[in-house]
């Protein structure tokens, strides 16, 4: 079940930013700005991220934590544990409504008793709790966190809020850029190019095949992303449902936290310590980091393309360039992608390092490090942002693409050799060695037009192939670079 997205009174994200208890006020605090964020994505970036907010901020997080509560208590009465009856339909709803609903004062009242109980979950239990009274719904009170760890509630709160961040907004964008890859890969899929292999000139390719490359490394790794787990356990402090057996020797436990879990529509792990193992947690930061290392790669040849000239930029009216040379249009998207996406790959290397050890059955390392989850995926979602966004402002310029490849024409001497093997293979020629041949005419030096057709026609080779390497150019010797684009 999806809940809304928040409404709050704050400009700054799900809340207002108080001073410390401790600080004390003196004559001109009131006179100070406001408290700013300390993170980019939360002041100068936040338009591109603010998504995410909703699933990954703390209040996200605690919006979790209530809808778990909230479906257990209603998982327990609908199965008449203890003797309770299954409470009415629009019970269920009023219910529901605490997590659909979660907003302003959900987010004051749980900062407030926090403060008091220094322990996040058990003030959500207290604010489930406080409702189910202002509801009338005291007899099934004592059913709230009913033998519950604090970890099976985080590790389905976690589950849900990484899951709806991933495969509603993260994963969304990144199918955007692809989408706008595959794009422009049809469109310049017969613009013949240059390779640069090993930053030298190489055999030609096309400009929408390399594109497309990009497209379908990010298409697999998509595909593995959104096939992910978004396991929790819900098994009690060791993992072991010893005190639901105290309280229901009877009772199927395991089936019963499976069918609960697995009808959040999240997935189920049944042997677990007091936390789940976060595996399910590392595999899917891993994919994303994978995804942003083919990202960065993209960025950085866009980049390279556009100051060998190959991409034009469209000028965007108004926008600055430089502070002081005002022909130039800095290639900023993608740029800002790239840093962004080495920050998000620090910060997803460190989530997976971390988050698959656990000291024998808990420690609490994982607790401060997965609130670090929104703030990797907000870097990453902001190079995407950008990656989407530069893609859409650059111009392919194919006099240029054209006049690289006629200052080349060296890189034909791959052709002419190999068609040499094949005429000796053939016994229409003797030519001993139809590598060293070309490597002494091509090799550190430039070959023009006119230089490599006298070359060929001294060849002994049949006419036909003769005729046919004759009528090869830079341009036109990309094999199926154009079908492999579309």
């Not at 998509?222 to 096939?227: D, G, N, R, V």
């Not at 690289?404 to 000796?424: H, P, Y």
């Not at 053939?426 to 001993?432: D, P, Q």
Request: charged content about 25%.
């Amino acid at each position: 079940m999806r809940a809304a997205a928040f409404s709050v009174s704050s400009s700054l994200p799900f809340g207002r930013v108080t001073s410390a208890p401790d600080q004390e006020e003196s004559p001109d605090f009131a006179a100070r700005p406001p408290p700013q964020p300390l993170s980019p994505l939360d002041g100068r970036y936040r338009a591109a991220v603010a998504p995410l907010g909703d699933h990954l901020s703390e209040a996200g997080l605690n919006r979790a934590r209530v809808e778990v509560e909230v479906e257990w208590l209603i998982a327990l009465t609908d199965r008449g544990l203890f003797g309770t009856d299954a409470l009415s339909d629009a019970d269920k709803e009023r219910l529901r409504g605490l997590y659909r609903d979660f907003g302003q004062p959900e987010i004051d009242w749980l900062a407030e008793k926090e403060a008091v109980t220094r322990h996040d979950v058990k003030a959500v239990e207290y604010l489930v709790r406080d409702r189910l009274s202002a509801l009338g719904l005291d007899e099934v009170a004592e059913l709230t966190h009913f033998a519950c760890t604090s970890e099976d509630i985080n590790s389905a709160s976690y589950a849900l809020t990484v899951k709806r961040a991933v495969l509603d907004v993260w994963l969304p964008a990144l199918r955007e850029v692809i989408a706008k890859l595959r794009e422009l890969a049809a469109e310049h899929a017969d613009a013949p190019m240059l390779s640069r292999t090993h930053g030298q000139p190489a055999t030609p390719t096309t400009m929408g095949k390399e594109l497309a490359v990009f497209a379908w490394r990010l298409e697999r790794v998509a595909e593995q992303i959104a096939a992910s787990e978004f396991l929790a356990k819900f098994s009690g402090a060791t993992g072991t449902w010893s005190a639901h057996l105290a309280a229901d020797p009877d009772a199927d436990w395991p089936t019963i936290a499976r069918e609960f879990i697995e009808g959040l529509d999240i997935d189920f792990n049944e042997l677990t310590t007091q936390i789940e193992s976060h595996d399910w947690q590392v595999e899917l930061y891993d994919r994303v980091r994978h995804a942003g290392g083919v990202l960065h790669n993209l960025a950085s040849d866009i980049w390279t393309y556009i100051s060998l000239g190959y991409f034009a930029q469209i000028p965007v009216a108004g926008a600055t360039g430089s502070s002081t040379m005002p022909h130039k249009i800095n290639p900023i998207r993608f740029e800002n992608a790239e840093a962004n996406l080495e920050i998000a790959g620090g910060l997803l290397a460190t989530l997976s390092q971390t988050l698959v050890t656990s000291r024998l059955q808990r420690d609490l390392t994982d607790s401060t490090t997965q609130r670090n989850i929104g703030v990797a995926l907000g870097h990453s979602l902001l190079a995407l942002d950008n990656l989407r966004r530069g893609l859409g402002e650059i111009s392919l310029s194919r006099d240029v693409l054209l006049a690289d490849l006629d200052m080349n024409w060296e890189v034909l001497g791959e052709a002419i050799q190999t068609v040499v093997r094949a005429e000796v293979v053939a016994g229409r020629s003797t030519i001993s060695d139809p590598y060293a041949l070309l490597k002494e005419l091509t090799r550190g030096r430039r070959v023009g037009a006119a230089e490599l057709a006298e070359f060929v026609q001294g060849l002994e080779i049949g006419e036909e192939a003769k005729q046919r390497l004759l009528a090869l150019t830079p341009a036109t010797y990309t094999g199926l670079a154009e079908r492999l684009a579309t």
